[in-house]
């Protein structure tokens, strides 16, 4: 991943990611979005990868991974918000779903979890 963007490795972090239930279901994939604490916040981009089993076997998880972190690669640096946390999730349609689509989908996730943090942003400005 680029400068600026890290990974979430812990099980706490995402499970704190999962508590705070912003998130968006696209056809390719969900996404969990939860903005860092302000005590831990040092503007960065942190995104972690999961898939349940249910999706398949093992070979097929990992595949669905790789092309999750492909599509974040490409488009968190430039369209993620400093100071949150994400979890992208996989799903069956993940593994044969166009990868222009898949990026569509992420960037309409992205943009529609942080829309509400956007507005109150601007609110108070």
Known sequence: MPIGVERLKKRSD???????????????????????PADQNDGRVRVGFTVTKKVGNSVVRNRVKRRLR??????????????????????HTTIKRDFKDLQTDLLTALNKV????????????
């Open 14 to 36: 995402f499970l704190r990611v999962a508590s705070v239930r912003r998130k968006w279901a696209a056809p390719g994939l969900v996404l969990q979005a939860a903005c860092v």
């Open 70 to 91: 492909a599509v974040a690669q490409n488009l968190i640096p430039g369209n993620a918000v400093p100071g949150w946390d994400y979890v992208l999730i996989g799903r």
């Open 114 to 125: 942080t829309l509400t943090q956007n507005k109150k942003n601007r609110s108070q400005s």
